[in-house]
């Protein structure tokens, strides 16, 4: 087992590990909004460009897509270099965020079911964050809703093609969220494994304040955040999604269809009927 340099830190972390279509984008904005405010308090890690966060991300999403000996090796040295950077911090409390980190959705690259390589992704984050042993917390939505989103998203990131009938019919059997609960209770115990749900979120203003309460702040210090601005990511309507899904099934490169599909979002009033 790798251990880091400072075994007998007394160093909270807290990993965020999605899922995806639960807000973890407003999230991570009203996060690094508040960064400073929250200094001292709590050490914020989001997967911003070009940050050790992202590719711990990245590498989980590919070891979940093609299971391999060396991408099993990619996403340990990621999370090694983000411990010891963990380590090093001054806050005594460290939220790391990454919607990707069980792994791929339902949707992308033939996935059907939630999060199938779980078990392996979160043991290999046990090892490399030793002597740290984290918490782990998930954002949950109604499943039928949830489904619906994560639709969208595949057509719209990832190049998926079915429709949403089609989509529904490939993960009928796929579990629920208390299954998921229960994989990551064994793999790490009950008192590290939180799911909260979206629904019960207070405000949109302030996301994530179930995690935040988690994290040890008082409702007073969430209050006295500044407030998310808005809404950043454009939901398409489902028009511009057919429409995608259809630019999808030409195989077109993905740069030429992530081009197509900003100019989609952009303008949406052109499929709107």
Not at 17 to 27: A, R
Not at 49 to 69: I, Y
Not at 191 to 196: C, E, I, K, V, Y
Request: proline fraction near 5%.
């Amino acid at each position: 087992m790798e251990t880091g340099p400072d075994s007998s830190t007394a160093k909270r972390l807290i990993i965020h590990c999605g899922v995806q279509k639960t807000g973890s984008t407003s999230l991570q904005n009203f996060l690094g909004r508040n960064r400073d405010k929250l200094a001292g308090r709590l050490a914020i890690l989001t997967p911003v460009k070009g940050s050790a966060t992202r590719d711990l991300g990245n590498a989980a999403m590919r070891f979940s897509l093609r299971p391999s000996d060396k991408r099993m090796r990619r996403l340990r040295e990621c999370a090694i270099l983000l411990r010891d950077a963990i380590l090093r911090q001054d806050a005594g409390t460290v939220l790391l965020s990454h919607e990707n980190l069980l792994g791929a959705m339902p949707g992308n690259g033939g996935t059907v079911s939630l999060y199938p390589q779980l078990e392996p992704i979160v043991d290999a984050l046990e090892r490399a964050f030793a002597p740290l042993r984290p918490d782990y917390a998930i954002y949950t939505r109604g499943m039928a809703e949830w489904k619906r989103s994560v639709h969208g998203q595949a057509i719209r990131s990832d190049g998926y093609t079915g429709t949403l009938a089609e989509f529904l019919s490939e993960t009928e059997a796929c579990s629920d969220w208390s299954d998921v609960q229960r994989r990551l209770e064994l793999a790490v115990g009950p008192t590290r494994a939180r799911l909260f749900s979206i629904e019960d979120e207070p405000t949109p203003e302030r996301p994530g304040q179930q995690l935040l309460h988690h994290a040890g702040l008082t409702a007073t210090e969430i209050a006295a955040l500044s407030p998310a601005p808005g809404r950043r990511k454009v939901r398409m309507n489902t028009g511009s999604v057919e429409f995608q899904r259809l630019v999808n099934q030409l195989k077109i490169d993905r740069a030429a269809r992530r081009a197509i599909s900003e100019l989609i979002a952009g303008n949406q009033g052109l499929f709107a009927s």
